[in-house]
């Protein structure tokens, strides 16, 4: 039997994962498997995702600043500590109107 990968455990303040960067979204992804991934994104003021959709359920996590997320035409004003689910098959944008970091779970089954 093959011996498991080792991965490197330790502990990180997930709002000092990734920095902002003027005038872009900048990402890291911290969990990559085939039934999902974790992804950190830091986003600068004025910048977002516009209207999509996917097909699994996400769950987003504001860690630091605000954002406005809009989900099938409703808005979400969210803070730090704030989460909201954007459901599968839903359309779904995010806007930065000052800067923010999220965490993006999305899990594929």
Aim: charged fraction near 20%; aromatic fraction near 6%; glycine fraction near 8%.
């Amino acid at each position: 039997m093959a011996e498991a990968e080792s991965k490197s455990v330790g502990v990180v303040r997930i709002a000092d994962a990734v920095t902002y960067q003027a005038g872009s979204i900048v990402s890291r992804e911290i969990v990559s498997r085939p039934t999902g991934t974790v992804t950190l994104f830091a986003f600068d003021a004025g910048q977002g995702l516009s209207e999509h959709t996917a097909p699994f359920d996400a769950l987003v996590h504001v860690v630091d600043g605000e954002a406005v997320i809009t989900i099938s035409g409703k808005k979400y004003q969210l803070a730090q500590g704030e989460m909201i689910v954007m459901p599968a098959n839903e359309p779904h944008a995010l806007k930065a109107e000052k800067r923010f970091k999220m965490l993006l779970v999305m899990i594929r089954s």
